[in-house]
């Protein structure tokens, strides 16, 4: 393996889990402060929500199933943190039911924003589901920039934003607004960037 990917993919995962350990702690601070809130206050939808996944990873694979993405599953194995895997679904234009299940009751989704994520529609179909949710559930959206510019993402600009307009050949109108609106929330979301990791590994060495 080269060297320099090695040592990109190892500051990754430092990166990631970081920053998981980062939400994770927010989390459970925001479930202490609510338990402390009078019991004729009205719940929040989160709270009443059922969660049956930990995780709901969106990502596309081309970019980074063989590297970075090995790497996490492996950490979440080890941390007993349980994602939602779609290896047996098919996948097409446009996603299932199923999907939008396992999105709708993952607590927390970690959008993998890679160079040709949005070469994907199933993808972009995917992150309009969970920014709905972040919305509807309070669900928690970590967003990771795989080698792109957090701004490309937003402003759909560069070779993400070239990306995007390929695919958006043929699609109509709503689709095209509905993946434009969500692109830029999740441009937007704290998250963590790929430019840093180098610089974390430095520090953590």
């Known amino acids: 393996m080269n060297s320099s990917f090695f040592l990109g993919t190892?500051?990754?995962?430092?990166?990631?889990?970081?920053?998981?350990?980062k939400f994770r702690l927010q989390q459970n601070n925001k479930e202490i402060d609510s338990s402390t809130i009078s019991s004729s206050s009205v719940p929040s939808s989160s709270s009443s929500h059922k969660w049956t996944h930990q995780v709901f990873p969106s990502f596309r694979g081309e970019d980074v199933r063989r590297g970075f993405l090995s790497h996490i599953h492996k950490e979440f194995q080890r941390k007993g943190i349980t994602p939602f895997i779609d290896n047996e679904i098919k996948r097409g234009e446009s996603i299932g039911l199923e999907i939008i299940h396992?999105?709708?009751?993952?607590?927390?989704?970690?959008?993998?924003?890679?160079r040709n994520y949005a070469s994907s529609s199933w993808c972009l179909d995917e992150l309009v589901e969970i920014m709905k949710c972040k919305e509807e559930f309070s669900q928690i959206v970590i967003p990771i920039f795989y080698r792109v510019d957090p701004s490309d993402v937003k402003k759909l600009t560069g070779n993400f934003g070239n990306v995007f307009k390929n695919n958006c050949v043929g699609k109509t109108n709503e689709v095209i607004r509905k993946w434009r609106q969500a692109l830029?929330?999740?441009?937007?979301?704290?998250?963590?960037?790929?430019r840093n990791w180098f610089v974390l590994l430095n520090i953590r060495a």
């Open 184 to 194: 830029a929330k999740v441009g937007t979301t704290t998250g963590y960037d790929s």
């Open 10 to 21: 190892f500051a990754a995962a430092i990166g990631f889990f970081t920053l998981f350990r």
């Open 102 to 114: 396992a999105i709708r009751e993952s607590k927390i989704a970690i959008v993998l924003l890679s």
